[in-house]
């Protein structure tokens, strides 16, 4: 009892000093927090939602704790373009959590690589392989040939009177894409993929990765233990697994098979690039390095891909003229 009595008014303790003890720095406004939680409490599953109605409240650039974590969200254009566009420099770290660290295979990628001579070179080799003029004119045969391959499905199921699934519909037109040009891969031919299980396994990650991961956020031990008990670190590695497993196969069909320089896509130059001496001083691309461009190029890619299609065909039906 006298433990419980102990605990309680070190809590409150804690809470008043915060509340009252004046802070030396110049912070934006903010809703006051709870120890150790900070404002967890505060954001519903839609977090985009909670942000905003606190917003409405505190301004377009106001202070949260994600437990232990000082968070500043900004809710208006001024104030990104503001940060991110006049202080990018000042603001351009990533912040190192664990799902990100995942599925960016220890941050080797382009999305979460701290700013620096690695992000610069890995930057640079995506960029002078997947929109070389060579691989220009690629995408536009390849985005002619699933177009009609889309088309002629949808037309099918007009024609039969079926109903179609557009999420369905469109995350094989885009990942049949991003398969041929970066993985070198027929999507809809490949002995290795399962079109179905491909699409349950993006949405396992998008919701994982949306996930809080309260190991992140507060103290060391707290966070892992809540963590375990809820699954959520099973739930990551999980899925980790199942997307490493995909692009090792990837991986070892360009092995088995040495492709000709007029037919290199992304996997086979990262892979000449892991194979080859390096001079000293310059980046080493590893394995890693691959596969973190991979997750970049295929989640990021499909995901955006299909969401602003979605969107943009919701948009048509609610406006036709």
């Known amino acids: 009892m006298s433990f419980l009595l102990l605990s309680f008014l070190f809590l409150l303790s804690l809470f008043f000093f915060q509340k009252f003890s004046p802070s030396k720095r110049n912070l934006p406004p903010g809703p006051i927090g709870l120890p150790i939680v900070g404002n967890l409490h505060q954001l519903g599953k839609l977090l985009y939602k909670s942000l905003h109605n606190l917003s409405l409240k505190h301004g377009p650039v106001m202070l949260l ?41 220890n941050f080797k990628d382009i999305g979460f690589t701290q700013y620096g001579e690695e992000w610069r070179e890995i930057k640079k080799l995506v960029g002078l392989e997947l929109f070389s003029p060579k691989n220009q004119k690629v995408l536009k045969y390849l985005k002619e040939e699933e177009s009609d391959l889309l088309v002629k499905k949808l037309s099918n199921s007009a024609q039969t009177e079926t109903l179609v699934d557009l ?112 001079k000293t001083g310059s980046l080493k691309i590893t394995i890693d390095h691959l596969r973190g461009v991979m997750s970049d190029v295929f989640l990021a890619g499909v995901n955006a891909g299909v969401i602003t299609m979605i969107w943009t065909m919701t948009e048509l039906i609610r406006h036709p003229r």
């Open 65 to 105: 704790r994600f437990g232990v974590v000082p968070v500043v969200v900004l809710s208006s254009k001024e104030a990104a373009k503001e940060v991110l566009k006049t202080h990018d420099l000042e603001t351009c770290t990533r912040p190192k959590l664990a799902g990100l660290k995942l599925f960016s295979y």
């Open 167 to 278: 999420k369905k519909a469109l995350f094989s037109f885009t990942a049949g894409i991003i398969f041929r040009l970066a993985f070198g891969h027929n999507f809809h031919e490949c002995e290795f993929i399962d079109m179905e299980e491909v699409e349950e396994m993006v949405t396992e990650l998008e919701t994982n990765a949306g996930a809080l991961v309260f190991t992140d956020f507060l103290p060391t031990g707290l966070g892992w233990l809540i963590d375990q008990l809820s699954g959520q670190h099973s739930r990551m590695n999980k899925g980790f697994s199942k997307l490493t497993s995909l692009f090792q196969h990837v991986i070892d069909d360009h092995l088995k098979v040495s492709q000709p320089e007029e037919d290199s896509d992304l996997v086979s130059a990262m892979l000449n690039m892991v194979n080859k001496p390096t």
